[in-house]
């Protein structure tokens, strides 16, 4: 099955430092990324995501990166505030008939310290 | 949020006990999904299903069933509940294939403790 690594663990920044999180992933066939932001006691939120038609996304100060020939794709967060502090989940799906089970990292720790 | 809730929202419970944790949507979304979380661990695929009365397994799912009896809710069962799934259990819902991309909305969680 697919697994997927994620680094970082943890991961602390000065708030106005840009912050990087990258993932690798096993199964080729995957071609659905989405990252994911869980605050403490909160339930997961979906923040960006990306299909493996597309290099890159961009949404504000979130931008993912994806390279599939190496399976690999990272979550950059330019600008970091401390409302930024929380814990990422990066994941990966593909299409099937069951829909997209995804499988996720273990997750990163980050702390935007003012 | 999505119109998806868990119930209950917190137990305690004993080790032998069965346990039955109800998911509940109001999206009328095709998928739902049952994940645990542990630290250190991520989230993790239990059960999933993909229409009523269609359901298939994830990557953790000794332990555990489910059933679907109806769109909207999705129920996950601990039939003889062991202190190893003492975890925080999340549902999560998605809508079809046909879009472009296929968000999954998750629901508030339920932390179970097995004692």
């Known amino acids: 099955g697919e697994n997927v690594e994620q680094h970082p663990s943890t991961l602390s920044v000065q708030e106005g430092d840009s912050a990087v999180i990258k993932c690798t992933y096993s199964d080729s066939a995957s071609n659905y990324f989405p990252w994911y932001k869980q605050e403490l006691g909160k339930r997961p939120q979906l923040i960006i995501d990306i299909r493996s038609n597309v290099g890159e996304k961009k949404d504000q100060r979130i931008a993912v990166t994806l390279n599939k020939t190496a399976k690999h794709f990272s979550l950059h967060i330019t600008e970091t505030q401390p409302e930024d502090s929380a814990v990422y989940f990066c994941?990966?799906?593909?299409?099937?008939?069951?829909?997209?089970?995804?499988?996720f990292g273990k997750g990163t720790s980050l702390l935007v310290t003012p | 949020d999505a119109g998806i809730t868990q119930s209950p929202r917190h137990k305690v419970t004993e080790t032998g006990t069965p346990v039955t944790l109800r998911c509940h949507q109001t999206?009328?979304?095709?998928?739902m999904y049952w994940y645990r979380q542990d630290p250190g661990h991520g989230l993790r695929l239990i059960h999933y299903?993909?229409?009523?009365?269609?359901?298939d397994k994830g990557e953790v799912s000794d332990g555990y069933s489910v059933s679907r009896s109806k769109t909207e809710d999705f129920l996950l069962t601990l039939e003889s509940a062991t202190s190893s799934q003492t975890s925080v259990y999340f549902c999560?819902?998605?809508?079809?294939?046909?879009?472009?991309?296929?968000?999954?909305?998750f629901g508030p969680g339920t932390r179970l403790t097995v004692l």
């Open positions: 994941a990966a799906s593909w299409d099937s008939n069951s829909g997209y089970a995804l499988n």
């Open positions: 999206e009328n979304h095709r998928y």
């Open positions: 299903s993909y229409g009523v009365k269609d359901t």
């Open positions: 999560a819902i998605s809508e079809s294939m046909a879009r472009s991309y296929n968000e999954q909305f």
